[in-house]
């Protein structure tokens, strides 16, 4: 595993943790939350690109 990945889901992880907090301390709780299902949502698609990558390592590795 690249520790590029983890970089990147941990600053994406920070920016939406410290967006939720601006938007919840100025009252908008519903965008703080949509902000939060959108930082969720990235991270999975990160986490689905990477999952497909290894399974197509994998599938490449136990060709015969």
Not at 32 to 58: K, N, R
């Amino acid at each position: 595993m690249d520790i590029d990945l983890i970089f990147k889901i941990a600053a994406i992880g920070i920016i939406v943790a410290v967006l939720n907090q601006l938007l919840v301390r100025s009252g908008r709780e519903e965008q703080a939350l949509m902000t939060t299902l959108a930082g969720l949502v990235v991270v999975l698609m990160i986490l689905v690109q990477e999952i497909s990558h290894l399974f197509d390592l994998i599938k490449t590795l136990f060709q015969f």
